[in-house]
């Protein structure tokens, strides 16, 4: 009698014990499940942003850095879009790769100081070269490793690649004719082809991410101008791209966005005043004898007249002002749940009058009166026929 007590007193521990055990282990897989769904949901958003050496990408970069939204909206992380009344819903940890073309340069340093004693935004500064396919393949390689990183330093969170901002642009302010064939060239590579090349290569991350690419237009994409017919017809092409190849992404879940930034070009580096010197000496060179005999004094006033805008023109290190509306703009580009396909921050009363009288003429076929105003819009010295013998 006393081992059948002795049986069924070891069978009841033994029952006791592995019914313990498995509820342990089931809640143990429970909870080492939830805590891996978790750190699946906790993500921080990455944002690549090109030509972030000066103007709108340094500024941009800059704003973030500083820290500009918590200060300005408490700690609700919450930027308010008043035309549509909503909020913008920012996260609380923000990475960004600033592409620069010199990563070792004044721009980058300033960025890389200010990251420094950052702790809500995690800054990668690398060197990319638009017109280089090697530099373009080596930027995708980048973002690739940050995104394949299960975890960060403190084994919690993993990068989602959130935008691209192709941003970076070339411009030579000159007459068609006198610009070299690398000048063009170049103006194309930088501002059509390498950002077509950047996108394409991170199509497989942004179908999985469900990412938005932001490309940054110009008025002249919407009105070509003399001086910069070139550049403008660059803005065009990756905005005509921008457009039809929306559709064709759109099924998979990516976002394309077309970015015009109004103006603000005293703040940027497209204007520099050293790099129009070493074009116009380029320019100059090139020309055969018959362009120097007919354009002469012309050519030298084309140029003099562009050199009084340099005085103007502030330091690298000045952004754009805080109240400049791009920003408000980007911020709904960038972090709007539902963003808008196009985004036209307002120009200068003076843009919108010409742009409006340009656009009547042209519809009621007005074209010579029509090419008169955009002559005078531009303001450039007027070509004259001289006479040298």
Excluded at 161 to 186: D, G, S
Excluded at 243 to 260: A, P, Y
Excluded at 268 to 294: N, P, T, V
Excluded at 357 to 386: C, E, G
């Amino acid at each position: 009698m006393k081992n059948f007590y002795d049986v069924r007193t070891y069978v009841f521990i033994s029952v006791v014990s592995a019914t313990v055990w498995i509820t342990i282990s089931i809640l143990s897989k429970k909870r080492i499940k939830r805590e891996q769904n978790k750190k699946d949901q906790i993500t921080i958003p990455l944002i690549v942003i090109t030509g972030c050496d000066t103007g709108l990408g340094y500024s941009v970069v800059t704003r973030y850095l500083n820290n500009r939204n918590s200060n300005e909206n408490r700690n609700t992380n919450r930027i308010y879009n008043w035309f549509k009344c909503k909020k913008l819903i920012v996260p609380p940890k923000i990475a960004i790769v600033a592409f620069c073309l010199n990563s070792n340069g004044s721009g980058a340093k300033r960025l890389h100081q200010l990251s420094v004693n950052n702790n809500e935004i995690q800054l990668f500064i690398k060197q990319l070269d638009l017109t280089n396919t090697d530099s373009i393949k080596n930027g995708v390689d980048f973002i690739s490793d940050l995104l394949q990183r299960n975890v960060d330093e403190n084994g919690y969170y993993k990068y989602e690649l959130h935008a691209l901002v192709n941003n970076a642009a070339r411009m030579v302010m000159a007459e068609y004719e006198w610009q070299t064939f690398q000048m063009i060239q170049q103006q194309f590579n930088i501002n059509v082809l390498g950002p077509i090349m950047l996108t394409a290569q991170l199509l497989p991350k942004f179908r999985k991410d469900k990412s938005r690419v932001i490309n940054i237009i110009s008025h002249c994409a919407y009105l070509p101008l003399p001086g910069v017919s070139i550049y403008g017809a660059t803005k065009a092409a990756i905005r005509a791209w921008t457009v039809g190849s929306r559709v064709e992404l759109e099924h998979h879940g990516i976002r394309l966005i077309t970015f015009s930034p109004g103006s603000f070009y005293l703040y940027s580096s497209i204007m520099s005043g050293h790099q129009r010197l070493i074009d116009f000496k380029q320019m100059h060179e090139s020309m055969d004898s018959e362009q120097l005999a007919y354009y002469g004094t012309y050519f030298d006033a084309y140029q003099n007249y562009l050199s009084t805008i340099d005085p103007y023109i502030q330091p690298p290190e000045i952004t754009i002002p805080s109240n400049h509306l791009v920003y408000s703009e980007m911020d709904h580009a960038l972090w709007s749940a539902q963003p808008k396909v196009e985004y036209k921050v307002p120009e200068p009363w003076r843009y919108k009058a010409y742009f409006i009288m340009a656009w009547i003429l042209s519809a009621f076929h007005l074209y010579h009166i029509r090419d008169k105003v955009v002559r005078r819009f531009v303001a450039t010295p007027q070509f004259k026929n001289y006479d040298t013998n």
